[in-house]
């Protein structure tokens, strides 16, 4: 059946390093895909979203490009703050359901 | 300004005892959905309801029980028959199930974290 992974966490990083969080995913067809951002005790938010193959989705300085011949979707900031510290889920939309990975925690260290 | 409303945002339970979580949204949203959080995984699916009066059984329903009567309301109990509540309970809604597009995306409530003494 269709999945999702993601690069296991914690990532711990300095302010102002670049990011990359690994998610690739397994489906048929042409799923749409998405990161969501989880703040501390908090519910979850839309970070972006890509629909077909190299669609960029792209909000708050985060980046993912959808790459069908690699079957991935990594998420990627050039210059990460203490404020991005949170969990990023990668999830895919296809035959009717949202399929999440498990997430990837990510700490900013100042 | 539109969202969707969780509550309480903590309970304690104890063994034995049914409890509700409440879900109101007010996005004029036809599908509802509720999903399971546990430390350290990602999100695993309860329930979901595509329309008023109707649900289905998501991955982890057992022990779990839910209900549709009006549009923006989708309250979720737990029962004692669920060996291990203890979870972050996440509520959220779409404009419908029923497309595949990159339009469907979930709006989230804030959670409620349910523990059983």
């Known amino acids: 059946g269709d999945s999702v992974t993601q690069m296991e966490g914690p990532v711990t990083l300095s302010e102002e390093a670049f990011l990359t969080i690994n998610c690739t995913y397994t489906?048929?067809?042409?799923?749409?895909l998405f990161w969501y951002v989880q703040y501390p005790g908090e519910g979850l938010q839309l970070l972006l979203k890509?629909?077909?193959a190299d669609d960029k989705g792209s909000n708050k300085g985060f980046e993912a490009t959808y790459r069908k011949e690699t079957t991935s979707f990594h998420l990627e900031k050039g210059s990460v703050q203490v404020s991005d510290s949170a969990v990023y889920f990668c999830?895919?939309?296809?035959?009717?359901?949202?399929?999440w990975g498990a997430g990837t925690k990510l700490i900013i260290k100042p | 300004d539109g969202g969707i409303t969780q509550s309480p945002k903590y309970l304690f339970r104890k063994e034995g005892q049914n409890v509700t979580l409440s879900c109101e949204q007010n996005?004029?949203?036809?599908?509802m959905y509720w999903y399971r959080q546990d430390p350290g995984q990602g999100l695993r699916l309860i329930y979901y309801?595509?329309?008023?009066?109707?649900?289905q059984k998501g991955d982890i329903a057992e022990g779990y029980s839910v209900s549709r009567e009006k549009k923006e309301s989708f309250p979720l109990t737990v029962t004692s028959a669920q060996k291990n509540p203890t979870a972050f309970y996440l509520c959220?809604?779409?404009?419908?199930?029923?497309?595949?597009?990159?339009?469907?995306?979930?709006?989230f409530g804030a959670g409620s974290r349910l523990t059983v003494l």
């Open positions: 309801s595509q329309i008023v009066n109707d649900f």
């Open positions: 890509a629909t077909k």
């Open positions: 999830a895919l939309y296809s035959n009717y359901q949202l399929i």
């Open positions: 959220a809604s779409s404009p419908t199930t029923g497309q595949i597009s990159g339009a469907n995306v979930l709006t």
């Open positions: 996005l004029n949203h036809d599908a």
């Open positions: 489906a048929t067809g042409y799923p749409s």
